[in-house]
């Protein structure tokens, strides 16, 4: 089969397509015929060596396609099923955790489902988990219009929570409004300052920083006393690391770097925050938007895009042609 590898740890270049076998999966796992995968910025922190993985292997967590076999009988081939963490999805074929696995609601397309989940469930768990938005907080999201960050606003707003969204450009700044935000921002020096005097100099409840390097220090300045800055992604690169007593400083505010693996660990709990994003896409409450659809073939490109910030919404790898 057909697989995306990274040969070596390095830019988008070490992206490069080989036949490799196809895997096996074990009693635990499902076959599936991959048709879109999902392009994420975990996926490129694999890539770079930020995340730990010996090359050569198949980057790539989510996406969409059709069971070919299931060991244990339990999911009929041919069944259209999405997931996420399953690792080697830029592939067409991938053994995927039976537990990490869920149906595809009847019309739904499938390069929707393919980027639904991991950014899915990553913005349930920011505004449903690491702060509980409600009706009257406030939140910022760096890089509004990106795939998490339209997420995000959308949750939020429906809680009732007011959403200071951060961008860089006209177009994004169109399409984090039409997602709900309250207010929209460009980056710059003196972004908390304007945050803070648009919300009565109070200062939000909870930050949610994907951007990290380039924007940490405005989140830790934004944030209210005994806030949450939340760091969730380094789109421009890692935080340095901070003095304890900084957090002191800011107003005694919380920092915490979360991970999707460690919000769906509890027994039922990702099933419970797949169904729930599903539910919300069913129910209109969230609208994904894939913003850019790559063949297998220019996966390079789509890192570049997606780390260059050219692209809003989700992104996707078509594996199957046809799909």
Known sequence: MKALHVSRHGGPEVLTIVDVAAPTPNDDEVLVEVLVAGVNYIDTYFREGVYRAEPPFIPGFEGTGRVLHDPAGQIAEGTLVAWCDAFGSYAEQVCVPRDRLVAVPRGMDVEVAASMLLQGITAHYLTHGVYELDEGSSCVITAGAGGVGRLVTQFARHLGADVYSVVSTDDKEAIARAAGATEVFRYGDDLAERIRRANGDKG???????????????????????????????????????????????????????????????????????QAVTQAIAEGVLDIQVGASYPLEDAAQAHRDLESRKTTGSIVLRIKEDS
């Open 204 to 274: 939000v409840d909870v930050v949610y920083d994907g951007v990290g390097k380039d924007t940490f220090q405005e989140s830790l300045e934004v944030v209210r006393p005994r806030g949450t800055v939340c760091l969730f992604g380094a789109a421009s690169g890692p935080v340095d690391p901070i003095d304890p007593q900084v957090l002191n400083t800011h107003g005694s505010i919380f920092l915490t770097r979360p991970s999707i693996g460690a919000w769906t660990a509890q027994p039922g709990e990702f099933r419970m925050r797949a």
